[in-house]
């Protein structure tokens, strides 16, 4: 978290600015990413680098069963989380990851906000 992006290229490889469906400034994705998060399918990822620094991450998935695939996996990693509002996540000082459903179509970010 923090780093540059050129430095993020050396180590993550293959970033690509987003441009489908629109391009998104700043923002970047990988195309050989596996799109897996523990035992959950995911569409999608991308890694925002506002100011020319990885300050997050979202990732894209479909369906219920994957929501709670991933909120599993995620609890194994950070411990109970809190439902807020329409979001359950953990928050930190500097860090933060919420997730969501919207229809059929759920969302996870990663943030970094020092």
Do not use: C
Not at 55 to 61: A, P, R
Not at 89 to 96: A, E
């Amino acid at each position: 978290w923090g780093t540059a992006l050129e430095k993020a290229q050396g180590q993550l490889g293959d970033l690509d600015p987003v441009s489908s469906p629109l391009p998104l400034k700043n923002t970047f994705s990988r195309k050989a990413e596996l799109l897996k998060l523990g035992e959950a399918d995911i569409k999608s990822v991308a890694y925002y680098f506002p100011k020319g620094r990885l300050s997050g991450v979202g990732i894209v998935f479909e369906g219920e069963a994957n929501y709670f695939l991933i909120k599993e996996h995620l609890i194994r990693q950070f411990g109970p989380g809190r439902q807020m509002g329409d979001r359950y996540g953990w928050t930190w000082t500097d860090f933060f990851v919420e997730m969501r459903m919207r229809g059929q179509t759920g969302e996870l970010r990663y943030t970094y906000a020092p």
